[in-house]
């Protein structure tokens, strides 16, 4: 069992930065591809940027691209996510999640990782 606690959320103007964070709790963290996703009022839950076990692989959604940076610190069981040039459309509850898998493999689809956070919000004023 995987609990993940994340932090870092708040309110910031349109152009500003925030730094989420996720802490895993449990062994094995470096076994857990992980994921952030986010979810808008009225809307469905969307793919935002994924990490490799390791940290050698990343696969960011084309709308953060440039913008977003995820990475992991597998000693401190926790993985990261550098928000800069933030938009009125990022405002959202951020979610991180662990995928259990032993490859480099990364998926965009929520049904395949196993354990979920229980959210951060993001607001964005303009």
């Known amino acids: 069992q995987v609990q993940l606690v994340e932090s870092g959320g708040g309110m910031v103007q349109a152009g500003g930065s925030l730094r989420l964070s996720c802490v895993a709790s449990?062994?094995?963290?470096?076994?857990?591809?992980m994921g952030w996703f986010r979810q808008a009022p009225g809307k469905e839950r969307e793919f935002v940027v994924a990490?490799?076990?390791?940290?050698?692989?990343?696969y960011y959604e084309d709308f953060v691209k440039g913008r977003f940076t995820i990475s992991r610190a597998n000693a401190k069981n926790t993985v990261y996510l550098q928000m800069n040039s933030l938009k009125p459309g990022d405002k959202a509850v951020y979610f991180c999640?662990?995928?259990?898998?032993?490859?480099?493999?990364?998926?965009?689809?929520?049904?395949?990782?196993?354990?979920w956070g229980q959210g951060t919000q993001v607001a964005v004023s303009s």
């Open positions: 999640a662990a995928d259990l898998n032993y490859s480099e493999r990364l998926s965009r689809w929520p049904y395949e990782y196993d354990y």
């Open positions: 990490i490799s076990r390791t940290g050698g692989s990343t």
């Open positions: 449990g062994r094995s963290f470096s076994n857990y591809a």
